[in-house]
């Protein structure tokens, strides 16, 4: 849905541009077929912006649905960790262990 939404815009821009290249045309007044063309932009562009707004609203529960999602694995994951402390203090990654600090013989973190 949002690269439809992306393609409307990218679409309206487009016609924006073209209608406003034809306004500053000096035959403009006198041309009919110019007139013609801007309405039928004009026309166009408001059902597709339309359209880019229903489109919006038909996302906006996927957006809360997958902010659901990753909130949940965040806490299955957080959980999963806490249940298994040693798992904590072994996890590494490409820099080597986490940042679990531990206190030296005088309580200052290492």
Excluded: Y
Aim: charged share 45%; proline share 5%.
């Amino acid at each position: 849905i949002g690269d439809r939404i992306a393609e409307l815009e990218n679409s309206i821009r487009k016609l924006q541009s073209s209608n406003e290249f034809m306004l500053g045309c000096p035959e403009f007044k006198e041309d009919k077929d110019l007139q013609d063309a801007v309405k039928e932009n004009k026309e166009v562009i408001v059902k597709r912006m339309k359209l880019v707004e229903e489109l919006k609203e038909e996302l906006k529960p996927h957006e809360r649905r997958t902010s659901k999602k990753k909130i949940e694995a965040l806490d299955n994951k957080e959980s999963s960790s806490l249940s298994n402390p040693s798992k904590l203090a072994r996890k590494e990654d490409s820099k080597g262990p986490r940042a679990i600090k531990k206190p030296d013989e005088e309580g200052f973190l290492l």
